[in-house]
């Protein structure tokens, strides 16, 4: 089998009304996704998602002509790719889909298949008041959710705490409740300053006393020094890395002990054959991996696949905020049957299905199809 062609296009779906992410100052009024498809003389082919694969264009014949088993290279010129000009990712899991479809298998056996389902924990993202998150919440419990993430964003973490009490007092243990500081990183037009290592330890004390699962991102992305100084500090797990890209700053970090949950995404910091590696290096130090998912419901299948496959944490992160973030706009690009939600128990199970198990809403797709996808577009 060898690969005869590579198309990218892009697609940028309105929104309307506009999502307002708690990491985001301006409300989102649109959603860009590209989608990557690999065919091979066969005629099977790859599909993935994530990075605009801005950079790629001129590369193909890197690939046009090889066995796609040969991921190893592969890796290899994409991360080659990603120090000289950008992230090519998608690309990696384009690949892992097709091996999937040739051996009729889903990717998640291919990759060791520790389980073939995981729980979910519903990831919410839009600022809204403590009483309506505390609403949302039991709605969740009612869904079947065992554990739900609430956005910090104010400018005083008191007030996201105040919604984090009023979230526990009305689930009281029916959830676990995970906290995402949003302090890891900035959107580029975003000048705000992050919190230093006491504000980060002050909060940390309260959410123990909250029952909270978890701390993300609760200093820069780039602290490993102070992150693994938090860790020490805190009677709470420390979570991050979702937006670290290089694999050698997740050797830094496990080397220095800096995390206890690690959040590489696998359609963004080094596709599925290197985030397995890290998920492994990580874990074999007693930490857990729990993949970021916020990219589209492509990206979420890929690192479903690769959680079910070699993560040690007992949640994934689920995308899911109904009304402002539901399945239809978070997977719009996939048949409405492929649609990822979780079972009446919690679960999001793997598709029986060779590869990631999707298909493409190609009706759906002609809708949103660009030249190019520039955010500022």
């Known amino acids: 089998m060898k690969i005869t062609s590579i198309e990218i296009k892009h697609y ?12 985001d100052p301006l409300p989102r009024d649109k959603f860009g996704t590209t989608i990557v498809q690999v065919k091979t003389d066969e ?43 950008g992230r090519c990712w ?9 091996m999937g479809k040739a ?31 505390a609403e949302r919440a039991q709605m969740l419990v009612a869904q079947g959710f065992k554990a739900v993430k609430i956005r910090f964003h104010h400018r ?6 105040k919604i984090v009490a009023a979230v526990r007092k009305a689930v009281g243990d029916r959830l676990d409740i995970m906290v995402d500081a949003n302090q890891g990183w900035r959107m580029p037009w975003d000048t705000g300053s992050s919190w230093d290592i006491e504000r980060a ?13 978890w701390l993300e991102e609760p ?41 206890d949950v690690y959040q590489p995404d696998a359609v963004l910091a080094g596709g599925i054959t290197m985030v397995k590696k890290i998920a492994e290096w990580v874990q074999t130090g007693g930490a857990w991996f729990s993949p970021h998912t916020w990219s589209n419901g492509i990206g979420l299948f890929a690192n479903l ?42 679960y999001l199970q793997v598709p029986e299905k060779p590869g990631f198990g999707f298909e493409l809403d190609e009706t759906a797709l002609s809708q949103y199809q660009v030249d190019h996808h520039y955010v500022g577009d």
């Open 103 to 133: 051996k009729g298998q889903p990717v998640a056996k291919l990759l060791g298949a520790r389980n073939l389902k995981i729980l979910a924990y519903a990831s919410t993202g839009e600022m809204i008041s403590s009483g309506e998150r």
């Open 201 to 213: 330890h002050r909060v940390s004390k309260e959410l123990v006393d909250l029952d909270g699962f």
């Open 305 to 346: 696949h690769l959680a079910c496959a070699v993560s040690q944490c007992p949640y994934l992160e689920l995308p899911f905020d109904p009304p402002a973030w539901t399945t239809e706009r978070r997977d719009y690009m996939l048949q409405s049957e492929d649609r990822l939600m979780i079972d009446d128990e919690g």
């Open 12 to 23: 940028i779906m309105p929104l309307d009304p506009p999502f307002k992410a708690a990491w």
């Open 219 to 259: 200093l820069p992305h780039h602290d490993f020094r102070g992150l693994a100084k938090l860790r020490k500090l805190s009677e709470i797990r420390i979570a991050g890395g979702e937006m670290n890209r290089r694999w050698h700053d997740f050797r830094e970090m496990n080397r220095l002990r800096s995390l």
């Open 156 to 161: 005083d973490p008191r007030d996201d705490l």
């Open 43 to 85: 005629g099977i082919t790859g599909i993935g998602s994530g990075d605009a694969m801005v950079g790629f264009r001129g590369h193909e014949h890197l690939f046009i002509g090889h066995d796609p088993f040969d991921i190893e290279r592969h890796w290899q010129i994409l991360d080659n790719i990603d120090f000289h000009y």
């Open 90 to 98: 998608p690309l990696d899991m384009a690949l892992w889909d097709l």
